[in-house]
């Protein structure tokens, strides 16, 4: 017997969206997640009469050994020739990656730097349901533990300074720099109590680290008077939709903040990178490039207090023009 032209209208819708599925997962696993690009913003966070600094912030590498094309990529970056460079952790995402994070930061690790880690470099990704990426679990499943002691090796070997759970002092192409860090607040590791108390009023920059940009922990950044806070995790939400934006931010901040700077608070700017990888089980985006950010900092008009939103474009590293 014939179908009926309902059911043969159903049929036909249903797979032209099986069809559109499939070709979106398709763009976002093979083109989109290799696409990288290089965002470039200007943030007014420095005290008055600073000089401006150039700042790379590179975050959410989840590297494997065998991701050349990212290697490749991020290697050229240090063609910018950033005064500093700021990593804000989940640099792993295989327990025989280390040398392939070292080697694509290359020359980078030249330049100073500064660091926290993330939940990815103490352990390893697990296949996960989406469905759960989505409602914001509070159970956490942590994977195989990765080798993240030999990467902080390599970090501070080559003069990149460790953030985690305290204060640093560095001179950066003539700017004082205060910075202090806290450990991956997704899974609990921060002990903000460790680091707290005004930052130094007589310096540059303030400067905040953390990997996910938990509010309670910007917060208390912002209390002790730090100008910029940098953090990464969120991937920008690494599903995003046309005229919606980042589904989730897979962390208490907004979606509006999901990625690149903004304010927090009357004094205090944020900056979230979108990151550079995605989980080897969870291998798309979609309306959501990875990236790097060259961000260049300036003085504010006011020493912090200027609340106006920060410059933001997007274009290719100077290495791929």
């Given at each position: 017997?014939?179908?009926?032209?309902?059911?043969?209208?159903?049929?036909?819708?249903?797979?032209?969206?099986?069809?559109?599925?499939?070709?979106?997962?398709?763009?976002?696993?093979?083109?989109?997640?290799?696409?990288?690009?290089?965002?470039?913003?200007?943030?007014?966070?420095?005290?008055?009469?600073?000089?401006?600094?150039?700042?790379?912030?590179?975050?959410?590498l989840?590297?494997?050994?065998?991701?050349?094309?990212?290697?490749?990529?991020?290697?050229?970056?240090?063609?910018?020739k950033?005064?500093?460079?700021?990593?804000?952790?989940?640099?792993?995402?295989?327990?025989k990656?280390?040398?392939?994070?070292?080697?694509?930061?290359?020359?980078?690790?030249?330049?100073?730097?500064?660091?926290?880690?993330g939940?990815?470099?103490?352990?390893?990704?697990?296949?996960?349901?989406?469905?759960?990426?989505?409602?914001?679990?509070?159970?956490?499943?942590?994977?195989?533990?990765?080798?993240w002691?030999?990467?902080?090796?390599?970090?501070?070997?080559?003069?990149?300074?460790?953030?985690?759970?305290?204060?640093?002092?560095?001179?950066?192409?003539?700017?004082?720099?205060?910075?202090?860090?806290?450990?991956?607040?997704?899974?609990?590791?921060?002990?903000?109590?460790?680091?707290?108390?005004?930052?130094?009023?007589?310096?540059?920059?303030?400067?905040?680290?953390?990997?996910?940009?938990?509010?309670?922990?910007?917060?208390?950044?912002?209390a002790?008077?730090?100008?910029?806070?940098?953090?990464?995790?969120t991937?920008?939400?690494?599903?995003?939709?046309?005229?919606?934006?980042?589904?989730?931010?897979?962390?208490?901040?907004?979606r509006?903040?999901?990625?690149?700077?903004?304010?927090?608070?009357?004094?205090?700017?944020l900056?979230?990178?979108?990151?550079?990888?995605?989980?080897?089980?969870?291998p798309?985006?979609?309306?959501?490039?990875?990236?790097?950010?060259?961000?260049?900092?300036?003085?504010?008009?006011?020493?912090?207090?200027?609340?106006?939103?920060?410059?933001?474009?997007?274009?290719?590293?100077?290495?791929?023009?």
């Amino acid at each position: 017997m014939a179908a009926s032209p309902a059911l043969r209208s159903t049929v036909v819708a249903a797979s032209a969206a099986f069809g559109s599925v499939a070709l979106a997962v398709g763009y976002g696993a093979g083109i989109e997640r290799n696409a990288f690009v290089l965002r470039e913003a200007t943030m007014p966070v420095l005290s008055p009469g600073s000089s401006p600094l150039r700042v790379l912030h590179i975050s959410d590498l989840h590297m494997r050994p065998n991701q050349r094309r990212k290697q490749a990529w991020v290697r050229e970056l240090a063609g910018l020739k950033p005064d500093l460079v700021v990593n804000t952790g989940d640099n792993l995402a295989h327990p025989k990656a280390v040398p392939a994070v070292v080697q694509a930061l290359g020359d980078l690790l030249s330049v100073p730097g500064v660091f926290v880690f993330g939940s990815n470099d103490y352990f390893g990704p697990r296949l996960k349901n989406p469905a759960k990426y989505l409602t914001k679990p509070t159970h956490r499943v942590y994977g195989t533990p990765l080798p993240w002691q030999d990467l902080r090796a390599a970090f501070t070997e080559r003069g990149w300074l460790d953030l985690t759970h305290t204060h640093r002092e560095l001179d950066v192409a003539g700017q004082r720099i205060v910075a202090a860090g806290v450990d991956d607040p997704h899974i609990g590791r921060d002990r903000y109590d460790t680091i707290a108390g005004p930052a130094d009023p007589t310096a540059n920059l303030r400067l905040g680290l953390t990997h996910s940009p938990e509010p309670r922990v910007l917060d208390r950044f912002a209390a002790d008077g730090y100008q910029l806070v940098m953090a990464g995790h969120t991937h920008g939400g690494q599903l995003c939709l046309p005229f919606y934006g980042a589904l989730v931010t897979n962390c208490g901040l907004d979606r509006s903040r999901v990625k690149g700077p903004s304010q927090w608070g009357a004094h205090t700017r944020l900056h979230v990178s979108a990151g550079l990888g995605t989980s080897p089980f969870a291998p798309v985006r979609f309306c959501c490039r990875p990236e790097a950010s060259l961000l260049t900092l300036v003085a504010a008009p006011t020493g912090g207090d200027d609340a106006r939103t920060a410059q933001d474009s997007s274009q290719p590293p100077v290495s791929a023009l």
